[in-house]
């Protein structure tokens, strides 16, 4: 099935980082558009998984129900700052619609309903963001720094972080498949 590939960058999106960009925490990256209008753009890598030991009085994951959690490096602004990424449509007043099914937003407390939600929801905590000024990444899309494909709570939630950036190229089909071929270092042939 051909899905229409999205020609503007706009919210709900996949941006997917070319094989030009070949260092730093974007290299194979995948971030969700989150936001974007005249001011700017902000979004959320979602395909890098983190390895954090998080205070257990604050949020205890060892002991949660639901097993759908996992921890994202979201991008390299505000390290320091969690945001919770997920599929619960609960608590609308607080939460920013992505795409369908796909909330950014939510307290503490509504963090723990999530960690002991017996119907596990899906949760990824994100630390950091990703952010553009007006025109900014519209300028690097045009340029050809980045992809774009449609979000889905599938793709997301069900594709292993470590095999999103290939597969949506694989799934844009043409050059783009070509592309997901190249190895991670190209000097080992």
């Given at each position: 099935?051909n899905?229409?590939?999205?020609?503007?960058?706009q919210?709900?999106?996949?941006?997917?980082?070319?094989p030009?960009?070949e260092?730093?925490?974007?290299?194979?990256?995948v971030?969700l558009?989150?936001?974007?209008n005249?001011s700017?753009s902000?979004?959320?890598l979602?395909?890098?998984p983190?390895?954090?030991?998080?205070?257990?009085?604050i949020?205890?994951l060892?002991?949660?129900?639901?097993?759908?959690?996992?921890?994202r490096?979201?991008?390299?602004?505000q390290?320091?700052?969690?945001?919770?990424?997920?599929s619960?449509?609960?608590?609308?007043?607080?939460?920013l619609?992505?795409?369908?099914n796909l909330?950014?937003?939510g307290d503490?407390q509504?963090?723990?309903?999530?960690?002991?939600?017996?119907?596990?929801?899906?949760v990824?905590?994100?630390?950091?963001?990703s952010?553009?000024?007006?025109?900014?990444?519209?300028?690097?899309?045009?340029?050809?720094?980045?992809?774009?494909?449609?979000?889905?709570t599938e793709?997301?939630?069900?594709?292993?972080?470590?095999?999103?950036?290939?597969?949506?190229?694989?799934?844009?089909?043409?050059?783009?498949?070509?592309?997901?071929?190249?190895?991670?270092?190209?000097?080992?042939?």
């Amino acid at each position: 099935m051909n899905i229409p590939l999205p020609t503007t960058v706009q919210k709900g999106c996949f941006l997917i980082a070319s094989p030009e960009i070949e260092s730093n925490l974007f290299f194979r990256g995948v971030l969700l558009i989150c936001e974007h209008n005249a001011s700017g753009s902000f979004a959320i890598l979602i395909n890098k998984p983190l390895e954090l030991d998080l205070p257990e009085e604050i949020v205890n994951l060892r002991s949660a129900q639901n097993k759908n959690i996992g921890l994202r490096a979201g991008g390299p602004v505000q390290t320091n700052q969690m945001m919770l990424l997920h599929s619960s449509p609960t608590e609308q007043q607080q939460l920013l619609t992505v795409t369908e099914n796909l909330y950014l937003g939510g307290d503490l407390q509504f963090l723990h309903e999530l960690l002991n939600d017996e119907s596990s929801p899906y949760v990824y905590l994100c630390f950091g963001y990703s952010g553009w000024a007006a025109g900014q990444l519209e300028r690097e899309f045009l340029d050809g720094s980045w992809y774009l494909y449609p979000a889905t709570t599938e793709l997301l939630f069900h594709t292993p972080p470590e095999q999103l950036w290939r597969k949506l190229l694989r799934l844009m089909g043409g050059r783009h498949a070509t592309l997901s071929t190249i190895p991670d270092d190209v000097t080992v042939n």
